[in-house]
C-alpha cells in the first residue's frame, strides 16, 4: 500500500513523500481498513512545521476517517467486511491506503451518507456537544459564533436550527453571508470594533449566553462584549494564531467566563455506548441532509502536496474543506 509520510519538520508541501508500506493482516481484535476519505486539519499542517516538538520519525499524518472494512480478526463483532466505519482515536496515520486498528476504535456507520461529508464527522460531533456541554440552552436561546463559515460553523448553524435555537454568525468577508444565510443563519454580521452595537441592534437586544470563538486573540475579546451579563465564552481554536482574552471589566463587572472547548472532552466523559448513540443520531442527521459542508476540493494520495497547497497556501477565500481520497478519488 502506499502512504504520505514526513521525515523532518519543514513546510509541509516539501516534506511530505509517497511511500510504499507492506500491508497489514489483522491479528486478534485488530480490523484493517481500507482508507476512504480523509479531511485535511490544521493540527497535521502544524505537526509538519515542528509545533510539536519532538517526534518519532518517520510518521504519517492524520488521525481520523472514513473507511471500509477489508479484513477483521479474531473476536471481533458488530461489523463485517464491506462496512463504512468512523476511524477516530488515533495518535496518526490515516494519510495512507490501509490502516490497520483496534476494533475499539471504529464507530459502524448505520445510515447512507456521503463520505466526503462522513469524513467531517469531527466537526459535526464538534458542533453537537458545543450545544450540549457548555451551557443549558433552551429552544429560543441565542448563541454567537465567529468563523461561521468554516465547516464547523456551518455544522453549528444548522445543529443549533435543528435544536431550535438562534445564532449569531461573525465571519470577516461580507462575500460569506449569502451562503450562510442559506443554510439558516439567522443573523450574519462582518466582524469590526463596533460588534457588539451591531449585534444588539440585529437581535433586538436579545440576551446571548453562549459564545464560541475558533479565531482567538482580540477576536474573542469582541465576542465576549456580545454577551449578557454570566455569559460564557467557549474557544476552541486560535486561527489568529494568537492567545484568547476578554476584557477585564468583562470579567469582573459582567461576570464573562472564558474557557477552553475540546470535543475529544466530551468524548471521554461518557461511555462509548452514549458516543456511540450520539454519533448514530449525528450521522443520521447527515444522511437526512440536516448537516451538510462544503467540500473545497477532492485530491488523491498521489495529489498530496498540490491538496496542502490548496490548504495551506492557497489565500484566496475558499469555501469548504479539502478531502484527501487515498484510494483514488470517487466519482462525485
Given at each position: ?252 463587572f459582567r461576570d464573562i467566563r472564558l474557557v477552553g472547548y475540546f470535543m475529544g472532552k466530551s468524548r471521554r466523559q461518557r461511555s462509548i455506548a452514549e458516543f456511540a448513540r450520539v454519533h448514530d443520531e449525528v450521522v443520521g442527521l447527515a444522511a437526512d441532509g440536516v448537516l451538510f459542508a462544503q467540500i473545497a476540493g477532492n485530491y488523491s494520495l498521489d495529489q498530496v502536496r498540490e491538496a496542502v497547497l490548496h490548504e495551506w497556501k492557497d489565500t484566496a477565500p475558499r469555501p469548504g474543506k479539502i478531502i484527501l481520497w487515498p484510494n483514488g478519488v470517487r466519482a462525485l
Amino acid at each position: 500500500m502506499k502512504a504520505a509520510q514526513y521525515s523532518r519538520h519543514g513546510e509541509p508541501e516539501d516534506v511530505l513523500e509517497i511511500v510504499d508500506m507492506p500491508a497489514e493482516a489483522p491479528r486478534d481484535g485488530e480490523v484493517v481498513i481500507d482508507v476512504e476519505a480523509v479531511s485535511f486539519w490544521p493540527q497535521d499542517l502544524y505537526a509538519m512545521q515542528g509545533a510539536k516538538g519532538d517526534e518519532v520519525f518517520p510518521r504519517i499524518p492524520g488521525n481520523k476517517c472514513v473507511g471500509i472494512v477489508r479484513a477483521i480478526g479474531r473476536n471481533v463483532s458488530g461489523m463485517r467486511p464491506g462496512d463504512r466505519v468512523n476511524v477516530g482515536g488515533l495518535a496518526a496515520g490515516t494519510w495512507r491506503q490501509q490502516v490497520c486498528l483496534g476494533a475499539e476504535n471504529l464507530f459502524p456507520v448505520r445510515h447512507g451518507v456521503d463520505a466526503a461529508q462522513y469524513a467531517l464527522i469531527a466537526n459535526m460531533l464538534t458542533a453537537y456537544y458545543a450545544l450540549v456541554d457548555l451551557v443549558a440552552l433552551k429552544p429560543g436561546d441565542w448563541i454567537i459564533q465567529n468563523g461561521a463559515n468554516s465547516s464547523c460553523g456551518q455544522f453549528i448553524i444548522q445543529m443549533a436550527k435543528h435544536r431550535g435555537l438562534h445564532t449569531v454568525n461573525v465571519v470577516r468577508r461580507e462575500a460569506a453571508k449569502p451562503y450562510l444565510r442559506g443554510i439558516g443563519a439567522d443573523v450574519v454580521l462582518v466582524d469590526g470594533p463596533d460588534l457588539a452595537r451591531d449585534v444588539a441592534a440585529a437581535t433586538g437586544n436579545a440576551k446571548i449566553g453562549l459564545a464560541i470563538d475558533m479565531v482567538a486573540g482580540s477576536a474573542t475579546e469582541r465576542l465576549g462584549s456580545c454577551l449578557a451579563p454570566g455569559g460564557t465564552v467557549a474557544c476552541y481554536g486560535h486561527m489568529s494564531n494568537e492567545s484568547a482574552h476578554v476584557a477585564v471589566s468583562d470579567l469582573l463587572f459582567r461576570d464573562i467566563r472564558l474557557v477552553g472547548y475540546f470535543m475529544g472532552k466530551s468524548r471521554r466523559q461518557r461511555s462509548i455506548a452514549e458516543f456511540a448513540r450520539v454519533h448514530d443520531e449525528v450521522v443520521g442527521l447527515a444522511a437526512d441532509g440536516v448537516l451538510f459542508a462544503q467540500i473545497a476540493g477532492n485530491y488523491s494520495l498521489d495529489q498530496v502536496r498540490e491538496a496542502v497547497l490548496h490548504e495551506w497556501k492557497d489565500t484566496a477565500p475558499r469555501p469548504g474543506k479539502i478531502i484527501l481520497w487515498p484510494n483514488g478519488v470517487r466519482a462525485l
